[in-house]
């Protein structure tokens, strides 16, 4: 008889970043990115799983709840939960479930949260592991047609925004190093105006580790210049399958270059160069 296959729990960097090499994986997989997001009283994790013809991967952010003995484990910021890599059987997948619950009455974890990913749909995969409810919308863009059908999705308005942007004198630059600080005073800047929560007043060591590259994920950092001056900038993270629009920033439009619309499209063609 084939005995149970078990889940294995993961912190060292060097196994976790050997597991998720060459994986179609998406960027929130990484050692560094779970990590990057971890605070400062919540420990980061990866659970994993192998099958005969198919893996699972499962990062996870625990923590404490409150003063008791018990904790609970939640997504890092983005997406997450379990995801499958090639294919596992219903008993594989059984398994794993039994496993992994396991695994966490010996820790004493008695909840979890997951957001789940809605460009892998990786609910689908592990439908009886938990109940899942729709929260939010997100946005994406196709990017397999050409910039020309892309554009006719758009709405006319922000078809006209990026034409006269075009047209303007700014321009789109891809950025380096030097350019976080420039980032991070523009991102601050749309945070005051948004009346923003605290949380997402990420500090200037954050941006300087998205900025690294991972096994996962090609950072990409834009700028949109007028007349020597930044007026936006917009950090998008290049994964194997998927470009991500992760935080981006810009001043006042005064003057109608529409730096925010310029940004998204110059995104889409450095994403398209990229094959993402």
């Known amino acids: 008889v084939e005995k149970m296959r078990q889940c294995i729990f993961i912190e060292d960097r060097s196994t976790w970043t050997t597991l998720v090499e060459n994986k ?7 050692y560094e990115y779970v990590h990057l997001n971890a605070r ?3 420990t980061a994790g990866l659970i994993y799983f192998q099958g005969t013809s198919g893996e699972m991967f499962y990062p996870f ?8 003995d018990y904790f609970d484990m939640i997504t890092p910021y983005g997406y997450g939960g379990p995801e499958v890599v ?4 219903l008993e594989e997948l059984a398994d794993a479930k039994r496993s992994f619950r396991q695994w966490a009455m010996r820790h004493k974890i008695v909840s979890e949260l997951i957001r789940f990913n809605p460009l892998t749909e990786n609910q689908k995969r592990i439908a009886d592991w938990t109940t899942t409810e729709f929260i939010r919308h997100t946005t994406s863009i196709d990017l397999r047609p050409s910039i020309e059908e892309i554009m006719q999705t758009f709405h006319k308005k922000n078809r006209s925004m990026i034409r006269k942007s075009l047209a303007s004198e700014l ?5 380096s190093k030097e350019d976080l600080p420039t980032f991070i005073r523009l991102y601050y ?8 929560s605290s949380h997402y007043y990420f500090t200037p060591e954050y941006f300087e580790q998205l900025f ?15 007349r020597g001056e930044a007026v936006g900038s917009y950090f998008v993270l290049l994964g194997q399958e998927y470009a991500h629009g992760h935080l981006i920033g810009c001043q006042r439009d005064e003057y109608k270059l529409f730096p925010n619309q310029r940004l998204e499209y110059e995104a889409i063609l450095h994403s398209k160069t990229a094959g993402m």
């Open 24 to 30: 179609r994986l998406d960027i929130f997989y990484s």
């Open 40 to 42: 400062a009283e919540e």
């Open 61 to 68: 952010l625990k923590r404490r709840i409150f003063d008791t």
């Open 86 to 89: 090639g294919e596992l059987t």
């Open 171 to 175: 321009t789109v630059r891809r950025g």
């Open 189 to 196: 800047q749309t945070m005051d105006r948004k009346d923003a």
């Open 212 to 226: 690294q590259p991972t096994q996962l994920c090609e950072p990409l950092l834009l700028i949109a210049e007028w």
